[in-house]
T-cell receptor
Framework: KAGVTQTPRYLIKTRGQQVTLSCSPISGHRSVSWYQQTPGQGLQFLFEYFSETQRNKGNFPGRFSGRQFSNSRSEMNVSTLELGDSALYLC??????????????FGPGTRLLVL | GESVGLHLPTLSVQEGDNSIINCAYSNSASDYFIWYKQESGKGPQFIIDIRSNMDKRQGQRVTVLLNKTVKHLSLQIAATQPGDSAVYFCAEGYDYKLSFGAGTTVTVRA
């Protein structure tokens, strides 16, 4: 079974631009979570989607948004990029719909650099 | 807010020795705990998990111990190998999200 895939793997943007990242979960998984990883803050939870609905959200500004499609694929969008948004963005999927109470499997991440 | 933390940011281990990585958590409502391993340039890789109604779980060369009384989690790796060199994260699960600790960088000496 294929793992979680994320595209693109690397991205360079400038301040003020917006970016959309994509995540395809493991086949059959309906829950998708997004995390931001930086050297200073570690792994921070952004939001989680299940059956196209956002179930939980972390403490990030409204510039960070996401959505999930009927095939469970998910996208996250960051508008008005800031230098501090440079990070590795990780997507994780899980199967049984119990969210944080079940194993989440991570993709390789998208490395975003904001100049 | 609630957070999960690791006691040591780095750990150096002789190849063949056993490794113990510790983690303290603060959310008493967390009912699920996971250990992940992250190698450079990759996403976190699942190692082992444990539910709050257990205090020990074993996998292949790994054992996770949970002490709810003192809110402590540990990962034991038996016969550490060079391929075990990575950053190890503990995570606690609650309310549809995982909260991660800062990570412990494990370096295996030949």
């Amino acid at each position: 079974k294929a793992g979680v895939t994320q595209t693109p793997r690397y991205l360079i943007k400038t301040r003020g631009q917006q970016v959309t990242l994509s995540c395809s979960p493991i086949s059959g998984h309906r829950s998708v979570s997004w995390y931001q990883q930086t050297p200073g803050q570690g792994l921070q939870f952004l939001f989680e989607y299940f059956s196209e609905t956002q179930r939980n959200k972390g403490n990030f500004p409204g510039r960070f948004s996401g959505r999930q499609f009927s095939n469970s694929r998910s996208e996250m969008n960051v508008s008005t990029l800031e230098l501090g948004d440079s990070a590795l963005y990780l997507c994780a999927s899980s199967g049984r719909g119990q969210g944080g109470r079940e194993t989440q499997y991570f993709g390789p991440g998208t490395r975003l650099l904001v100049l | 807010g609630e957070s999960v933390g690791l006691h040591l940011p780095t750990l150096s281990v002789q190849e063949g020795d056993n490794s113990i990585i510790n983690c303290a958590y603060s959310n008493s409502a967390s009912d699920y705990f996971i250990w992940y391993k992250q190698e450079s340039g990759k996403g976190p890789q699942f190692i082992i998990d444990i539910r709050s109604n257990m205090d020990k779980r074993q996998g292949q060369r790994v054992t996770v111990l949970l002490n709810k009384t003192v809110k402590h989690l540990s990962l034991q790796i038996a016969a550490t190998q060079p391929g075990d060199s990575a950053v190890y994260f503990c995570a606690e699960g609650y309310d549809y999200k995982l909260s991660f600790g800062a990570g412990t960088t494990v370096t295996v000496r030949a």
